[in-house]
């Protein structure tokens, strides 16, 4: 079974590069997954970050895309979140999951994320 | 628009049905997954695809999907069910392709 944990520093200087790290155990990261990070400002809802596929691959979301970068390391089976110039609004809690896509041509696709993380919280400050 | 809109609210009696709804354009291309989250925790899928519940989840929880309407009712609610509920799909729309939230709903058990 799969299992994700997230690490990283829970402190970052405003204008800093918030830099986390998912390690995956129970599986390989070059299976046919998706790897997500998903994230949470305190008292509001989730927000989907980007994703990346083992070839290296990413999507991200168009309102972070010029500050995130997310990475792949086989060789220590672990994927990366990199986002750059942080303000307060970057304080959350981060996730990473598992994601499963199933493409079906003319009729409805499938796209969902079995595995996450327990979080890890991040917060911008001096 | 590639927004997921979600009801904020919705509260159920002990033992009653609640349905909870998701509105987007994407969902016409990807089938709504939902996710239950309770204080403190990470999220957990409870329904994907047209109407699938992952290993351990109650079969009290179901899916359904109309158009760009994703449903998720939980019928015979229990105290446990207590939680915020998100819709996820997939916008493929534009130059972008990328997963979208729904805005959450808090469900609260009478």
């Known amino acids: 079974q799969v299992q994700l944990q997230e690490s990283g520093p829970g402190l970052v200087k405003p204008s800093g590069t918030l830099s986390l790290t998912c390690a995956v155990s129970g599986g390989s990261i070059s299976s046919s997954n998706w790897w997500s990070w998903v994230r949470q400002p305190p008292g509001k809802g989730l927000e989907w970050i980007g994703e990346i596929y083992h070839s290296g691959s990413t999507n991200y979301n168009p309102s972070l895309k010029s500050r995130v970068t997310i990475s792949v390391d086989k060789s220590k089976n672990q994927f990366s979140l990199k986002l750059s110039s942080v303000t307060a609004a970057d304080t959350a809690v981060y996730y990473c999951?598992?994601?499963?896509?199933?493409?079906?041509?003319?009729?409805?696709?499938?796209?969902?994320?079995?595995?996450w993380g327990k979080g890890t919280t991040v917060t911008v400050s001096s | 628009s590639s927004e997921l809109t979600q009801d904020p609210a919705v509260s159920v009696a002990l033992g009653q049905t609640v349905r909870i709804t998701c509105q987007g354009d994407s969902l016409r291309s990807y089938y709504a997954s939902w996710y239950q989250q309770k204080p403190g925790q990470a999220p957990v899928l409870v329904i994907y695809g047209k109407n699938n519940r992952p290993s351990g989840i109650p079969d009290r929880f179901s899916g359904s999907s109309s158009g760009n309407t994703a449903s998720l009712t939980i019928t015979g609610a229990q105290a446990e069910d207590e939680a915020d509920y998100y819709c996820?799909?997939?916008?493929?729309?534009?130059?972008?392709?990328?997963?979208?939230f729904g805005t959450g709903t808090k469900v609260t058990v009478l």
């Open positions: 996820n799909s997939r916008d493929s729309s534009g130059n972008h392709l990328r997963g979208v």
């Open positions: 999951a598992m994601g499963d896509i199933v493409v079906v041509p003319a009729a409805i696709s499938y796209y969902y994320m079995d595995v």
